[in-house]
């Protein structure tokens, strides 16, 4: 019995002496302590990670909204009815000085919101100079136009036989493409005009892009630069030019071999051609009155003229001649034919006046390279767009009376 009882209190767990369960207690206690020690040291820490937690998540759906905002605005029609405007953006404008411009146009409703979306439209950064916009246009499509991205929309441009570069011009900023200014500027630079191959007369550069401007149906983009349209609008007559070259060889040699003329010479009197002629028929036969002035060794001064060129000095430079204060645009006067310091003037110049007056068509080009052969050396309007043809000034003066 006592050698089984020893054997027990040694194989067992429980301690067998008095103060046993007060020291467990005390075990209980210190380690309740560490527990609580634990989780004060800890608290602070969770609490400063659940706090930035919560303040990113806070800046996040800040910046979800403002993005949602801006996306909303982007696309939401400005104010404005659609109307072209022009706004010039100076190199070194901030986001929010083109915004501030474009609110002093009435463009844009929200200024803050269009120079912050600006500002996030890196791919568009706005590009300094003139920039053609419309009204009503939304604040994506007019950061597209500003940063002239290539998703921004094309428009068809319609340029009608016999518009000179002034109605061209005024045509392009109409319709968006670019301004006015811009386009009389650009199409008037010697510069550009000798690296767009332009042609002039012998022994002088071009005076403008004139003549050369080809009448025909175009796509063009809005707000696009000046010299990117000029250089389409180019482009196109060097094509026509050597076709209807190649087609009417022999009237190409003819007239370099009588009158020492080239393609400015010949598109020169062709731009004459199509102010004056209404009906397809009488183009040749306009171009060969004209044609018979210059070559008939007996008709002196050789005066070819034409009124529609005293008009077109007008245009070119409307402060040489005193009696262009008046002109209108439309009607030429007698006074304007008289006119010495008008130097487009067919009445007070002999020859062709100094470049071409306005876009001939092929129609045009090719009457002057073949003409119709006749003794006529006078023409006046008869009506419904036709001319009464005449050999003699006698006959002339009879059908200008009628």
Not at 58 to 78: D, E, N
Not at 146 to 174: D, M, N, Y
Not at 276 to 294: C, H, K, S, T, Y
Request: proline share 7%; glycine share 10%; aromatic share 6%.
């Amino acid at each position: 019995m006592t050698r089984g009882r020893a054997s027990s209190s040694r194989g067992g767990k429980e301690d067998p002496s008095p103060d046993a369960p007060r020291r467990a207690e005390r075990k209980a206690e210190s380690r309740a302590d560490k527990r609580r020690a634990t989780s004060k040291a800890k608290s602070p820490r969770r609490r400063a990670v659940l706090l930035a937690g919560a303040g990113l998540g806070i800046v996040a759906a800040a910046c979800l909204g403002l993005l949602i905002a801006l996306a909303v605005f982007a696309g939401r029609q400005g104010p404005g009815d659609g109307a072209v405007f022009v706004v010039d953006i100076p190199k070194g404008a901030s986001s929010r000085d083109v915004a501030r411009l474009l609110a002093e146009q009435g463009a844009v409703s929200n200024e803050p919101l269009m120079a912050l979306y600006l500002t996030l439209s890196k791919n568009d950064a706005p590009i300094p100079g003139e920039h053609v916009l419309f009204g009503g246009s939304t604040p994506g499509e007019l950061a597209a136009c500003l940063g002239r991205s290539k998703s921004r929309r094309a428009v068809k441009v319609v340029i009608p036989e016999g518009f000179h570069r002034f109605q061209i011009a005024e045509r392009l900023e109409s319709l968006g493409v670019t301004s006015s200014s811009a386009f009389v500027r650009v199409s008037g630079d010697p510069q550009l005009l000798e690296l767009l191959d332009v042609p002039a007369p012998a022994g002088r550069g071009p005076a403008s892009a004139e003549g050369y401007l080809f009448p025909a149906t175009y796509e063009l983009q809005i707000d696009s630069p000046a010299y990117d349209v000029l250089h389409r609008l180019v482009n196109e007559p060097h094509v026509r030019w050597r076709r209807l070259a190649s087609k009417h060889e022999a009237g190409v040699t003819r007239l370099a071999e009588k009158l020492g003329w080239g393609r400015a010479e010949i598109v020169t009197l062709a731009s004459m051609v199509e102010k004056e002629a209404a009906v397809d028929e009488e183009r040749p036969l306009i171009a060969g009155v004209f044609l018979n002035r210059l070559m008939f060794a007996d008709f002196k001064p050789k005066l070819l003229q034409s009124d529609p060129t005293s008009g077109y000095g007008c245009l070119a430079a409307p402060d040489q001649a005193p009696s262009c204060a008046s002109f209108d645009g439309k009607k030429i006067t007698p006074a304007m034919n008289r006119d010495e310091l008008n130097r487009y003037s067919t009445y007070t110049n002999e020859g062709l006046p100094p470049g071409p007056i306005a876009s001939p068509g092929e129609r045009s080009i090719a009457a002057v390279l073949s003409p119709t052969e006749s003794r006529y050396l006078f023409f006046v309007a008869s009506g419904g767009g036709r001319h009464k043809f005449s050999e003699t000034l006698e006959e002339h003066n009879k059908a200008v009376h009628r």
